[in-house]
């Protein structure tokens, strides 16, 4: 199976961009669809950006997904960043066998 | 719309076996394509997955847990059971399940159930 990693934790200031990564480990990132999960504390996540690039009703233009296969990654864009993105990020997907995978998770901090 | 909610014991001890319950509402999982999932998180540490089932019985298990895990559904009662056998105090976390269905991501998720493993 394969892993998926992102950085520990990033910061950023209120109404800069952030964007936070999650590099596959083995096969190619563009095989499976890659979801972007949020997690408030003391929370359920929620799902932010779905088939690597697809915004569910009620997510804010300011969250943009995508692909490079180049450095076998995908990525999270947080643009005008604010306070209430404060969370938990995870990236998701899945093997050729239907196995699911979670990257790590990052912390988002906007200071 | 869509809800699920964990049910099961809040304390095991270690050694003990945990049977966990997912019931939802919303949907059913006798309908083609639908999922559900169980994913654990321990206190401060990320999501684990830990197994799915489908709308037609099949069943896939986290590689490194699969030989204590079993998921099972009731589609006439709308439930998904979790069983985890010899619980081991590393095994403290929160357990959700979530809806999915084929090539759609985890949505909406149960609010969890923390279970703490201690003698």
């Known amino acids: 199976n394969f892993m998926l990693t992102q950085p520990h934790s990033v910061s950023e200031s209120p109404g800069k961009t952030v964007t936070i990564s999650c590099t596959r480990s083995s096969g190619s990132i563009a095989s499976n669809y890659v979801q972007w999960y949020q997690q408030r504390p003391g929370s359920a996540p929620t799902t932010v950006i779905y088939e690597g690039n697809q915004r569910p009703s009620g997510v804010p233009d300011r969250f943009s997904g995508s692909i490079d296969s180049s450095s076998n990654s995908a990525s999270l864009t947080i643009s005008g960043l604010k306070t209430e993105d404060e969370a938990d990020y995870y990236c998701q997907s899945y093997d050729s066998a239907n196995l699911c995978v979670f990257g790590g998770g990052t912390k988002l901090t906007v200071l | 719309q869509i809800t699920l909610k964990e049910s099961g014991p809040t304390l095991v001890k270690p050694t003990q076996n945990l049977t966990l319950t997912c019931t939802f509402s919303g949907f059913s999982l006798s309908t083609s394509r639908v999922i559900v999932g169980w994913i654990r998180q321990p206190p401060g540490k990320a999501l684990e997955w830990l197994a799915l089932?489908?709308?037609?019985?099949?069943?896939r298990y986290n590689p490194s847990l699969k030989s204590r895990l079993t998921i099972t559904k009731d589609t006439s009662i709308n439930q998904v059971v979790l069983t985890m056998t010899n619980m081991d105090p590393v095994d403290t976390a929160t357990y959700f399940c979530?809806?999915?269905?084929?090539?759609?991501?985890?949505?909406?998720w149960g609010q969890g159930t923390l279970v703490t493993v201690s003698s």
């Open positions: 089932i489908y709308w037609d019985d099949d069943k």
């Open positions: 979530a809806h999915a269905m084929i090539g759609t991501p985890f949505d909406p």
